[in-house]
């Protein structure tokens, strides 16, 4: 059975030849392998980091994984030729790091973000950052350097090309957002002190989404990625309950008409979100169910309660067990997630969300060996 074949039956809640292995390493480890600056793919796009997901899976032999190719609808390019068009910009730089602002001009002056970006040699970019934290002038700057990345992939150029890459070795899916409070502090703040501007925000918000799920089900796609990194920090179940669910209602049940698996992903606490999705919406799978303290999910317990109504992914620990753990910790590990979760289908082995940079190549083989043997049905 083919890699893809064996994903796509597991997210829909089937039983494949063996449980899938897909250790979430779509982010540090596909940099590392590359041997090149960090800043070289998350800025130069050079190579996208897809592409160096693509061969990272290959690399190790896993079952393919790519949650987020870049997709642009025609409608979503005109919309963006037809607003102010940023440039990024290198206004900053030593041995170790780039940082960069974006300008654009706006009635016929240029305008510069308030912040900053910071790529690094070796770790993942901090965006966001303000410039007087980080020694830079918080005014515009007097010098700068436009960044020109070494590829572009306009359209669905980067989907059709991903899937080339892809073949039947993994799956390939797009995002469709949620609308959701944002993990900072202001977003609670605005919450609280303006709670109706959230909420029609967050409307206007859910109608884009839904409008782009029903385009991209239409596109030679895998599946459909939806949810948001700590989605339920920020959103406990009565402010998602307003919110979030009904975006994902909606997109969910677009995908079930169109025969097209759905997806969530969000990491930190997620039980209570298994159970909404599981009991109220059309959702194939969920991912990346980590374990206390990050998360606080079971999955034996999410297994025994709504396996029967939506598919699991996870959910290894990535610090105590993939990053620090022994290969024998990891297989142990393992294990006792098939134990838990793998009986009658419906389950695809994973990590608790992002392996870290320097995650031994040897736990990740660990995990691989151990769906192919022991994973066995």
């Given at each position: 059975?083919?890699?893809?074949?064996?994903?796509l039956i597991a997210m829909t809640n089937g039983q494949p030849d063996r449980v899938p292995?897909?250790?979430?390493?779509?982010?540090?480890?596909?940099?590392?392998?590359?041997?090149?600056?960090?800043?070289?793919?998350?800025?130069?796009?050079?190579?996208?980091?897809?592409?160096?997901?693509?061969?990272?899976?290959?690399?190790?032999?896993?079952?393919?994984?790519?949650?987020?190719?870049?997709?642009?609808?025609?409608?979503?390019?005109?919309?963006?030729?037809?607003?102010?068009?940023?440039?990024?910009?290198?206004?900053?730089?030593?041995?170790?790091?780039?940082?960069?602002?974006?300008?654009?001009?706006?009635?016929?002056?240029?305008?510069?973000?308030?912040?900053?970006?910071?790529?690094?040699?070796?770790?993942?970019?901090?965006?966001?950052?303000?410039?007087?934290?980080?020694?830079?002038?918080?005014?515009?700057?007097?010098?700068?350097?436009?960044?020109?990345?070494?590829?572009?992939?306009?359209?669905?150029?980067?989907?059709?090309?991903?899937?080339?890459?892809?073949?039947?070795?993994?799956?390939?899916?797009?995002?469709?957002?949620?609308?959701?409070?944002?993990?900072?502090?202001?977003?609670?703040?605005?919450?609280?002190?303006?709670?109706?501007?959230?909420?029609?925000?967050?409307?206007?918000?859910?109608?884009?989404?839904?409008?782009?799920?029903?385009?991209?089900?239409?596109?030679?796609?895998?599946?459909?990625?939806?949810?948001?990194?700590?989605?339920?920090?920020?959103?406990?179940?009565?402010?998602?309950?307003?919110?979030?669910?009904?975006?994902?209602?909606?997109?969910?049940?677009?995908?079930?008409?169109?025969?097209?698996?759905?997806q969530i992903h969000c990491c930190g606490p997620e039980a209570d979100l298994v159970r909404?999705?599981?009991?109220?919406?059309?959702?194939?799978?969920?991912?990346?169910?980590?374990?206390?303290?990050?998360?606080?999910?079971?999955?034996?317990?999410?297994?025994?309660?709504?396996?029967?109504?939506?598919?699991?992914?996870?959910?290894?620990?990535?610090?105590?067990?993939?990053?620090?753990?022994?290969?024998?910790?990891?297989?142990?590990?393992?294990?006792?997630?098939?134990?838990?979760?793998?009986?009658?289908?419906?389950?695809?082995?994973?990590?608790?969300?992002?392996?870290?940079?320097?995650?031994?190549?040897?736990?990740?083989?660990?995990?691989?060996?151990?769906?192919?043997?022991?994973?066995?049905?």
């Open positions: 059975m083919t890699s893809r074949k064996r994903m292995v897909a250790p979430d390493t779509s982010n540090m480890i596909p940099c590392r392998l590359t041997g090149r600056p960090f800043w070289d793919i998350y800025l130069y796009q050079d190579p996208p980091l897809w592409e160096a997901y693509a061969h990272t899976f290959r690399h190790f032999g896993f079952d393919g994984w790519q949650p987020a190719v870049p997709v642009e609808l025609d409608y979503e390019m005109e919309e963006a030729a037809n607003g102010p068009q940023w440039t990024e910009a290198i206004v900053h730089r030593t041995d170790e790091r780039l940082y960069t602002r974006r300008w654009a001009l706006i009635d016929g002056q240029r305008r510069w973000t308030e912040h900053c970006t910071v790529y690094y040699i070796a770790d993942p970019p901090t965006w966001g950052v303000p410039p007087g934290k980080v020694g830079l002038p918080e005014g515009d700057p007097d010098t700068w350097e436009d960044v020109v990345p070494r590829t572009n992939y306009r359209g669905l150029e980067a989907l059709k090309r991903c899937k080339e890459l892809t073949g039947e070795d993994g799956v390939v899916g797009a995002v469709v957002g949620t609308p959701a409070l944002g993990l900072g502090a202001e977003a609670a703040y605005e919450w609280a002190d303006n709670r109706d501007a959230v909420i029609q925000r967050c409307e206007q918000w859910g109608e884009a989404c839904i409008r782009r799920a029903r385009e991209i089900v239409k596109l030679d796609i895998d599946f459909v990625l939806t949810g948001g990194s700590g989605m339920m920090i920020n959103n406990p179940e009565p402010i998602f309950r307003i919110l979030c669910l009904p975006t994902i209602q909606e997109v969910t049940r677009i995908c079930k008409e169109a025969g097209v698996p759905s909404i999705c599981a009991e109220e919406t059309d959702l194939s799978n969920i991912n990346p169910l980590e374990i206390p303290p990050m998360g606080d999910c079971d999955l034996a317990r999410l297994k025994r309660e709504y396996g029967g109504k939506i598919s699991l992914m996870g959910n290894l620990h990535t610090t105590e067990v993939m990053l620090r753990g022994t290969p024998q910790t990891v297989a142990d590990a393992a294990k006792k997630a098939i134990d838990d979760a793998a009986e009658g289908g419906g389950f695809i082995l994973s990590t608790g969300d992002q392996c870290g940079r320097d995650t031994p190549d040897e736990n990740i083989m660990a995990l691989i060996e151990v769906a192919q043997t022991y994973g066995k049905y």
